[in-house]
Structure formats: C-alpha cells, structure tokens
C-alpha cells in the first residue's frame, strides 16, 4: 500500500519537552515541590523527565468546490508509526538561485516537496563570518520557516528538516556559493520500508457500545500491549500527562498609598 503525504489533509507535529530542564528554570518558594513531581514520575512507572508528544489535525473537507478532496473524519483509531532519521533516498536536485530584496540568496528546485535537505555550500569571508542557512516550505518570510541553521565561513554540508520544503534561503555579510544541493522528498521518506508500528491511538470509547461503530472499538495501545480503548488512554495519560502545572508564584499586591475616598454613613 502507497502512503500518501498530503500536510493540507493531515497535518502532524511532534514537540519535545524536557520537564527537568523546565523545573530548573522556575523559582519555587517550596523546594519540596521538585522531589514531589520527581516522585510522581517514579510512581508512573516514566524512564526519563525528556517526552515526545505528537499532535495532529485532519481537514474534513478542504473546500466546499472540491467535494473530491473531502476525506471526511476518521473510521476508526490511528496508527503511529515511527523510524530513525535517515538520508538514504536522497537524490540530487537541480537547482535555480537569484538574490531576493534583502540580498539572501533564495535557493529553489523543481519537483516534490521535501522531508530533509542537504546543501553544500561556501561561506565567503574572514574567521567569524556567519551564515543563516533557512528552510523554507513557500516564498521567504518568518510564516513559512520550516528550520534554521547558523553556520560559519568556509566549505560545508548543512542538513536541514522540515515537513514540506520547497527552497532555502541563505544570508551571510559575506556572500555564499552553493555548490550541491541534495533532498528526500516526502513521498520517499513515507514509503521507505523500514518503518515500525509504535502505538495505536483513538477514542477512549466503550467496547460494548460501540461494538458496531466502524472500526472505534479496536483495540489500542502501544503495539505491542494492545489492549481495551479505555486502558490504552489511561496508559497515555500516565505517559503523557505534565509533569506540573503553573507556577505556585503569586504577584505581590500592595496597598495604594496616598489620599483615598472614604464615605461616611
């Protein structure tokens, strides 16, 4: 079976968050309460304070004078597949450059949209030059950054990641040559064989009730401890849930000072 890449049907993101680094940052008046969510950690079984959380979007029906590219809403639980990142389907690009108003030199190709690009380059001047190396998933501009890089001055391969590039964007005081530009496009990267089912995620539903509702009732989990719609998301709260919430610091509120209306009976 193909997969499809299609990011304007279903889009996807995944955040790291690092809880410890987090705490670190905060300045608590009760220093007990690090060892209290570090102990709830420990109770919920979670073997490192680093979590990757996944969110996604479908567009039901992209619009009304396009009933083609309507995809309706899901059937039944998702599945979510995972793989190391790797550049094996790379494939050379031809490439046009021109300098754009504020002398960047924009960098763009023909053909599919990319997952991963590599670009070779020369950044031209003395030691501590520097280099702003931007993917880009349309025309420049900060909506359409897909990752960025600063790179100093000489001969170089920089990799860059993105959902959906189309070109770059290259700055440097200095001018640059770009030499080769290597890419993996979506399509390749979705179709590569050596994904692996990680998990399957749906609605916490009832089993019984909703035996006969298309496919909602399977089970789900992680692949290998599948179990009932329900348990699958008590075992994605104990996974996912924060760590802790907002800070327990409250602003100060001191009294106005100076003449104040009173009003007598």
Not at 31 to 54: F, H, I, M, Y
Not at 205 to 221: I, L, M, P
Request: charged share 20%.
């Amino acid at each position: 079976m193909t997969r499809l890449v299609d990011p304007f049907r279903f889009h996807a993101r995944a955040a790291i968050t690092d809880w410890m680094r987090i705490s670190r940052s905060r300045d608590e008046s009760d220093p007990s309460w690090l060892a209290g969510w570090q102990n709830d950690w420990q109770r919920r079984k979670l073997e490192t304070t680093t979590v990757a959380q996944l969110r996604w979007s479908i567009n039901p029906q992209l619009s009304p004078l396009l009933p083609d590219a309507d995809i309706g809403m899901p059937s039944g639980a998702f599945q979510v597949w995972a793989r190391q990142p790797s550049f094996k389907q790379a494939k050379d690009l031809p490439f046009f450059t021109y300098l754009n108003q504020d002398g960047a030199t924009i960098a763009w190709w023909f053909g599919s949209q990319l997952v991963y690009v590599a670009v070779t380059l020369t950044v031209n001047g003395p030691a501590g030059t520097t280099a702003n190396v931007i993917a880009l998933n349309g025309p420049a501009g900060f909506d359409t950054i897909e990752s960025l890089k600063t790179i100093g001055a000489g001969n170089q391969t920089v990799v860059l990641g993105g959902t959906s590039i189309t070109g770059l964007a290259i700055s440097s005081a200095g001018g640059i040559t770009i030499s080769k530009i290597t890419g993996v496009s979506a399509a390749d990267y979705a179709n590569a064989d050596d994904w692996r089912l990680l998990e399957i995620v749906g609605l916490p539903v009832d089993q019984t009730a909703w035996a006969d509702v298309e496919r909602h009732a399977d089970k789900q989990g992680m692949a290998a401890a599948l179990s009932s719609p329900v348990d699958a998301a008590r075992d994605r709260l104990r996974r996912g849930a924060p760590a802790f919430g907002g800070t327990t610091r409250s602003a100060s509120i001191r009294p106005r000072t100076g003449n104040c209306p009173t009003s007598t009976a």
